[in-house]
């Protein structure tokens, strides 16, 4: 995943919360409080995947994908 479509993934996921938020408000104002809540669970849910997209540590690899790493002097 390129940092491009990490930052689309993000703006999207915001976007659905604050959508989320607008509904639940509505819904709230016009009385109805059961629906209000299911969609409070589910901006809930998205706030726990949400995250800003930082940037990836490159990861070291190998031809065989066998990696040994020794400090100082074997014995």
């Known amino acids: 995943m390129t940092e491009r479509h990490q930052l689309i993934a993000y703006l ?13 408000a ?3 104002a016009t009385g109805k409080s059961l ?4 969609v409070a669970a589910a901006v ?5 995947v949400i995250k ?3 940037p990836r540590a ?8 066998d990696v ?3 400090s100082g002097s074997a014995k």
Do not use: F, H, K, M
């Open 12 to 24: 999207a996921t915001l976007g659905a919360i604050v959508a989320l938020v607008a509904i639940g």
């Open 26 to 28: 509505a819904l709230a």
């Open 35 to 38: 629906e209000a809540v299911g």
């Open 44 to 48: 809930t849910g998205l706030i726990g």
């Open 52 to 54: 800003i997209p930082s």
């Open 58 to 65: 490159p990861v070291g690899q190998t031809d065989t994908g």
């Open 68 to 70: 040994n790493a020794t």
